[in-house]
């Protein structure tokens, strides 16, 4: 049995594990959603490559844009390719979500660091 001083201890690694890969995961999943957005609008011709995203901190999170000009997207007429751009990283979500419920409903993670790792 663990002594009360190494479950805390243990604890608090843990919680310290947990809030750095959540950090990480936040940065990554900025750069996964603009870079979503910029891969379907130059999939469909609207850019002239996916790299033109302008890139912003990852540590707070603020200055990223896909870079997509959805106010002349509209004004062209490709409004519905201007809808698929923007919500394109949503049904990316959408799948990765669904395919994480699969695997948990499988028993994939098992676990507290299965899990975390599935995270």
């Given at each position: 049995?663990?002594?009360?001083?190494?479950?805390?201890r243990s604890t608090a690694?843990y919680?310290?594990?947990v809030?750095?890969?959540?950090?990480v995961l936040q940065?990554?999943?900025?750069?996964?959603?603009e870079?979503?957005h910029s891969?379907?609008?130059?999939?469909?011709?609207?850019?002239?490559?996916?790299?033109?995203?302008?890139w912003?901190?990852?540590?707070t999170l603020?200055?990223w844009?896909?870079g997509?000009?959805?106010?002349s997207l509209?004004a062209?007429g490709?409004?519905?390719?201007?809808?698929?751009v923007g919500v394109?990283p949503?049904v990316?979500?959408?799948?990765i979500?669904t395919?994480?419920?699969?695997?948990i409903?499988?028993g994939?993670?098992r676990?507290?660091?299965g899990?975390h790792w599935?995270?």
């Amino acid at each position: 049995m663990m002594s009360s001083h190494s479950v805390r201890r243990s604890t608090a690694e843990y919680g310290c594990l947990v809030l750095v890969t959540f950090a990480v995961l936040q940065s990554a999943l900025v750069v996964m959603h603009e870079f979503t957005h910029s891969t379907v609008a130059w999939l469909l011709g609207y850019m002239p490559n996916p790299w033109g995203i302008r890139w912003g901190n990852p540590l707070t999170l603020r200055g990223w844009d896909e870079g997509g000009a959805y106010a002349s997207l509209f004004a062209s007429g490709h409004g519905r390719g201007a809808a698929i751009v923007g919500v394109s990283p949503l049904v990316l979500y959408a799948a990765i979500v669904t395919l994480g419920l699969c695997g948990i409903r499988r028993g994939i993670p098992r676990g507290k660091w299965g899990v975390h790792w599935f995270f």
